[in-house]
């Protein structure tokens, strides 16, 4: 397990276990499908990817549940926008 899973530090930044589990895996959809990381990580784990993206404030959940991204630009915005069906 990532150690900062561990901390309760993502968990309130997120806004509880459940929106950090969604916004988890909605993020990992996206690069599942050929989503670009948001962050520079000498890492292939997608999870790592992730859990940095979060630490670093580059995605969070609107709260209507749907994945945001801090900074995207133009050229991006044809990135998915997933819903609950998607998962």
């Known amino acids: 397990m990532l150690e900062e899973l561990k901390e309760e530090a993502i968990v309130?930044?997120?806004g509880g276990r459940f929106?950090?589990?969604?916004?988890?895996?909605?993020?990992?959809?996206?690069?599942n499908r050929g989503g670009r990381p948001l962050v520079d990580l000498n890492?292939?784990?997608?999870?790592?990817?992730?859990?940095?993206?979060?630490?670093q404030?580059?995605?969070y959940l609107t709260t209507g549940g749907?994945?945001?991204m801090i900074?995207?630009?133009?050229?991006?915005?044809?990135?998915?926008?997933?819903d609950a069906g998607d998962m």
């Open 43 to 55: 890492s292939d784990d997608k999870m790592e990817i992730v859990i940095q993206e979060i630490l």
């Open 19 to 31: 929106k950090l589990s969604t916004l988890i895996q909605k993020r990992l959809v996206q690069l």
């Open 12 to 14: 309130n930044k997120v």
């Open 71 to 82: 900074g995207e630009t133009a050229d991006l915005g044809d990135l998915l926008d997933l």
């Open 66 to 68: 749907e994945l945001k």
């Open 57 to 59: 404030d580059k995605i």
